[in-house]
């Protein structure tokens, strides 16, 4: 601590930055112990609410208490000379900052403490958490392993399996997960190949736990491990900070969980932290507004911008897939993909530019590129009935993603086009307005019919739909879209699915109209556990 660090301990703003600190550092007493003993500042520019600020005005006032006593004493020994009072005093007043932050260090420990005992569920969570993040500490430092984490608001599933297997395809080791272990406790059990048992199972977790610890002692068998990071609230992707991504991919920053972030600017804030974790950064430009990467240090990839170090051209699309010439570092490659669309487009340039940045040739890139395929749910084309196509998007939604979809769609030759569109979730006091915008994005001209699944869909999207001109048709039931669809389907048509999860399933509009009904398969959310979920919600 340097000299300008003590004259900071009495800035008249230190209760506020303390009380600030702590809401950064996620009431953690610990991390804020850290940031007493290290800043150099003692500033925080967090934005307090209401009740912070009151917190912040007590312990001022608790400090100014403090030292009005250390001057009492002082005032004491001056007009009567009492001993050892000038040395209390003193003590009490150059004494009052650090003490009165300590203070608040153990509140938050016995506040921490007291929740763990009212929350055992939570607290058992932490406690695995915590265990876990240790373990891949250990891995990390006894072993040579680059890691290659994904974040963003869309399409980090899709884009973390492209880049697994392009990596795989060029002979290196490659672990990953193919579902969605993108939280804070599934996140380090990819490290470790490991599957989350019940919360509730001690002695499943024991295993487990045993299991990464003789992993840890033998010789790694991987030499690269591709993570998902996946948040829904502010405050969460600084728990991934113990990974030390060696190289992270930030696929967009788009509105997400917006009746948690409200804000795009608390997405981007939140999303954008892995700047501060990660040795380096590659951003897709095209999604990211400009403002939230001024001043960072990054590589682009970029269907329009021409500066970016990876850059790329749609040459042909077709539905089964589209060419693509790719640069790479003032180099071109060509490659037939199976991805559809700007998204597809994106998610392959995504995956050439992490294996060239991690040093893979070209030559190799361009041949592993036709191999990569879309996992399901994802843009994934399947045989309908009528000799139709069926798009399967029906994953999840998002405004920039269905917008994508509805692009793919538009662009493909066909007798007829159908939209299904369902709800999407979790966008606050946002989805009026995105769900009227996506409504808009439809075009009569390029649309035959808009089946739209769900109450947000048909209060906001269908009527937006319908004053562009769009023949449009709402349910409430995704069985109930997909045999209406069924009937009008024709043949030759394309149908694309997209919507989110609970209340919507679009994937079940699609099971109807499956040319072979063994392809359900190829569905997302087809588990005995997912089915009994979707009866409950739509019981027929």
Not at 66 to 73: C, T
Not at 106 to 134: D, G
Not at 138 to 154: E, F, K, N
Not at 293 to 299: N, P, S
Request: glycine share 8%; charged share 20%; aromatic share 10%.
């Amino acid at each position: 601590m340097n000299f300008r660090a003590v004259l900071a301990l009495y800035n008249p703003t230190l209760a506020a930055s303390v009380i600030g600190e702590l809401k950064e550092q996620r009431y953690s007493g610990w991390r804020l112990l850290g940031w007493i003993w290290r800043t150099k500042t003692f500033h925080s520019d967090a934005t307090l609410s209401e009740a912070q600020r009151s917190l912040a005005v007590f312990l001022g006032l608790a400090m100014l208490a403090q030292l009005s006593v250390g001057v009492g004493f002082l005032v004491e020994w001056a007009r009567y000379g009492t001993a050892g009072t000038w040395e209390f005093g003193a003590a009490l007043i150059l004494s009052y900052s650090l003490i009165w932050a300590h203070v608040v260090v153990v509140f938050a420990w016995l506040w921490n403490l007291s929740w763990l005992i009212a929350h055992p569920k939570r607290a058992a969570r932490s406690l695995v958490c915590t265990i876990l993040e240790w373990q891949v500490h250990q891995l990390r430092a006894r072993h040579t392993i680059t890691v290659v984490a994904v974040v963003g608001s869309v399409g980090k599933t899709s884009t973390k399996i492209a880049i697994a297997n392009l990596l795989a395809s060029s002979g290196l080791r490659v672990r990953y997960q193919t579902g969605n272990y993108n939280d804070r406790v599934t996140v380090p059990l990819v490290f470790f190949g490991q599957e989350e048992p019940s919360l509730y199972n001690p002695f499943a977790w024991l295993q487990v736990f045993g299991a990464t610890q003789s992993e840890i002692a033998m010789a790694y068998p991987y030499d690269v491990v591709v993570v998902e990071l996946g948040i829904d609230n502010p405050g969460q992707m600084g728990h991934f900070a113990y990974i030390k991504p060696d190289l992270t991919v930030v696929t967009a920053v788009s509105p997400e969980h917006m009746e948690y972030f409200g804000t795009l600017d608390t997405v981007a804030a939140e999303e954008l932290k892995v700047f501060d974790f990660s040795k380096r950064v590659l951003v897709n430009a095209d999604d990211i507004p400009g403002e939230y990467l001024a001043g960072r240090d990054f590589t682009e990839y970029s269907l329009m911008a021409e500066q970016a170090q990876y850059g790329g051209r749609i040459v042909r699309k077709h539905l089964t897939g589209q060419t693509l010439d790719i640069r790479l570092a003032k180099h071109n490659v060509s490659a037939q993909v199976r991805y559809l669309g700007e998204q597809g487009a994106k998610i392959v340039l995504a995956a050439a530019a992490t294996a060239h940045l991690l040093g893979v040739r070209r030559d190799v890139i361009a041949k592993g590129l036709p191999q990569l395929e879309p996992p399901p749910g994802r843009m994934r084309l399947l045989q309908g009935i009528k000799d139709s196509t069926l798009i399967d998007d029906t994953y999840n939604a998002s405004p920039l993603a269905a917008k994508a979809a509805l692009d793919v769609l538009y662009a493909t030759k066909a007798t007829q086009r159908i939209a299904i569109l369902g709800d999407m979730n979790e966008m606050g006091g946002h989805s009026r307005q995105v769900h009227e915008e996506i409504g808009a994005y439809c075009d009569p001209k390029k649309l035959d019919v808009v089946v739209t699944i769900g109450h947000d869909t048909k209060q906001w999207l269908a009527i937006a739909a319908r004053a562009r001109g769009c023949t449009v048709h709402s349910f409430v039931s995704p069985y109930d879209a997909g045999s209406y669809v069924s009937g009008k389907l024709q043949t030759g048509g394309v149908v694309l699915a997209k919507g989110s999860q609970n209340g919507v399933f679009a994937e079940e509009a699609l099971k109807v109209l499956l040319a072979k009904p063994e392809d359900d398969s190829q569905l997302v959310r087809q588990s005995t556990a997912w089915l009994k979920r979707k009866a409950r919600q739509f019981p027929r």
